[in-house]
């Protein structure tokens, strides 16, 4: 249960900085005018911490099952899983085309931009579209989803202490 609300809180946070970064680019667009290139538009996944309880014979209410509830990424909708950014280095990974490699420098700026923005106390790290099932159990829960190629899951957290 404690693995699933540190996930829930790493999302949280991750969704904020991310929402940061866009106002911060809405300034920019707004004094310089638009770039020269199109603004990935990215979002997390929808997510809630879910826990199933029971009042056992003592009277102390006990946690039976604890879920972590995603938003569902169809390949159809989203394309295929990639990972832009892992955790343990700023450089972006080797992608197949340039559209994923533009995402990828986009999220690169995001760090930068978070970095800053916290006074070079934290940035979101490990940037993938889907999650690693090898280590987690996940109730997926079929959503509308956004568009193609901007559901982000799963992120770090890079904290400075």
């Not at 280095?89 to 490699?101: I, V």
């Not at 800053?116 to 090898?134: I, P, S, W």
Request: with cysteine; hydrophobic share 40%.
């Amino acid at each position: 249960m404690n693995h699933l609300v540190d996930e829930v809180t790493c999302l949280m946070w991750a969704k904020a900085f991310l929402n940061e970064v866009y106002q911060y680019v809405g300034k920019e667009v707004s004094k310089r005018g638009p770039p020269g290139f199109p603004i990935p538009q990215f979002q997390y996944v929808a997510a809630a911490f879910a826990t199933e309880a029971f009042i056992a014979s003592s009277g102390v209410k006990k946690i039976k099952n604890s879920w972590l509830i995603e938003q569902r990424i169809v390949a159809e909708e989203q394309g295929t899983w990639r990972k832009y950014i892992n955790n343990d280095s700023p450089t972006p990974l080797r992608l197949s085309n340039d559209e994923n490699r533009m995402r990828a420098r986009f999220l690169c700026f995001t760090q930068h931009v978070q970095y800053m923005m916290t006074g070079k106390l934290a940035f979101v790290t490990d940037y993938q579209g889907k999650h690693d099932y090898q280590y987690r159990t996940f109730l997926l829960l079929t959503l509308l989803s956004v568009g193609g190629d901007s559901l982000l899951s799963d992120p770090q957290l890079i904290t400075n202490p």
